[in-house]
């Protein structure tokens, strides 16, 4: 998932509602992902991670899905309220590589009251 | 309980000049990560310091840009001669470990303006 300076995806929901924020990562070594929340003008906030044995892990309110076979990673929002607008970003790391994480380009979600 | 600690928030320099941009990274974090982010863009990696060593710098411009993380003290990157292009948002994490083990917190970053 390298970013590209292109206009961000959006999404827009209804409070209440639940929301899916996909992303598709680009280096098949991946093995740790993270999906972080970035809120205007905020640096970015830790939200929820998995590792590549793993296929699902939930938290509060948020589940992340891994698929490795496509390379896909979706955070999905159960009951999707106005404190969730923000912009989220996937990253990936791959263990024993770099310390770096790679982040992805970023849907900004919008929760209609 | 201090968060990752960036300052100046906002910084405005015209072109020519030096920007100097200070992490402290949370308490027990001895690895420290500096990333640079556009307008409507995601995160781009620049470079991972630890106490007193540059780890990897893959992300760092060849000219002008440099970091350092001294021994005592915040962690700074650096900006000779600012140009236009240098305006974006960077933000500085930190870790206690490995990032696939421990992930990393980021501060709420510095803004760059140059005029």
Known sequence: ???????????????????????????????????????SGKGPQFIIDIRSNMDKRQGQRVTVLLNKTVKHLSLQIAATQPGDSAVYFCAENSQGGSEK???????????NP | ??????????LVRRRGQEARLRCSPMK????????????????????????ENIIDES???????SAEFPKEGPSILRI?????GDSAAYFCA??????????????SGTRLTVV
């Open chain 1, 101 to 111: 994480l790679v982040f992805g380009k970023g849907t900004k979600l919008t929760v």
């Open chain 2, 80 to 84: 000779q001669q600012v140009v236009r």
């Open chain 2, 94 to 107: 930190s870790s206690r470990g490995a990032t696939s083990n421990y992930g990393y917190t980021f501060g």
């Open chain 2, 28 to 51: 027990g974090h001895s690895h420290v990560y500096w990333y640079r982010q556009l307008p409507e863009e995601g995160l781009k990696f620049m470079v991972y310091l630890q106490k």
């Open chain 1, 1 to 39: 998932g390298e970013s590209v300076g292109l206009h961000l995806p959006t999404l827009s929901v209804q409070e209440g509602d639940n929301s899916i924020i996909n992303c598709a990562y680009s280096n098949s070594a991946s093995d740790y992902f993270i999906w972080y929340k970035q809120e």
């Open chain 2, 59 to 65: 992300g760092m411009p060849k000219e002008r840009f």
């Open chain 2, 1 to 10: 309980n201090a968060g990752v600690m960036q300052n100046p928030r906002h």
